[in-house]
Each structure stands twice: as C-alpha cells, then as structure tokens.
C-alpha cells in the first residue's frame, strides 16, 4: 500500500514540476516525464515478480508449457512497453509516432504468437478428421 502512494506522490510530483517549467522549457519538462514515467514502470516491474510466479505456476497447472508461458509473459512486456512508449510520443505531441510505436508493437506480438499457431493447427486438424470419419 506504502508503494502505491509513493508511485503517486512521485507522479504528481513530476507532473506538477513539469508543467512548472514546461513554460520556460518544453525539453526538459519532456526529459521530466519520461524519467518519472520509466521510474515508475521500473518500480511496478520489480513489484510484479510474485505476481509472475503465481501465474506461471498456475499456468502450469493448467497444462501449457514453458515455450507457452514464457510468450504470454513476453506478450505482456510488450504491451506494457509499447503503451510507454506511445504514452510518451503523444505527451510531447507526436501522435503519429505514437500510432507508429503502437502499430510495431502489434506487429511484435504477431511475430510472437506465430509459433504457438503450429500445435493449436494441428489440433485442430486432428479434431476436423475425428468430426469427419463420423460424418
């Protein structure tokens, strides 16, 4: 709970400094925001590693894979990063870098799940012949 309050004390804190001198300098009120913005996220990264070890066990569980796991984990890394990132680009009012990032972003998580698509196919084929040696 200490943590949440620190997170948003640091928040506000960078926010209310930055429009202070975003007036004098639009640079270093940028420069402001982003190292708030990634001390905080570095902060929430570090909170998650019992938040990760409970999914993956419960992952387990359930019976997916290391390979499988791993991805949904990566997939959630890259989420995260990719909205920073166009969470920033559109605070210094670049939105179409910041739809440029997010678009990378989706490519990257395509690029990722491909190769769980191979065992989710064959599956499915085993299921389409069973359907059909009834029918």
Do not use: W
């Not at 913005?37 to 387990?60: F, H, W």
């Not at 698509?117 to 069973?130: A, D, G, I, Y």
Request: aromatic share 4%.
């Amino acid at each position: 709970m200490v943590t949440v309050f620190r997170t948003a004390g640091l928040a506000i804190t960078a926010v209310l400094i930055a429009k202070l001198i975003r007036r004098y300098t639009e640079e270093q009120a940028l420069l402001l925001t982003l190292l708030a913005g990634i001390a905080i996220t570095a902060a929430g990264v570090l909170a998650m590693s019992p938040i990760l070890n409970e999914i993956d066990s419960l992952l387990a569980q359930g019976g997916l894979t290391q390979e499988q796991t791993a991805c949904i984990a990566k997939a959630a890394g890259i989420c995260c990063v990719t909205q920073l990132a166009a969470d920033i680009c559109k605070d210094a009012g670049e939105t179409a870098v910041a739809s440029a990032v997010m678009f990378s972003g989706k490519i990257a998580l395509t690029l990722l799940i491909l190769p769980l698509f191979h065992p989710l196919l064959t599956r499915l084929q085993e299921v389409l012949s069973c359907v059909s040696a009834f029918g």
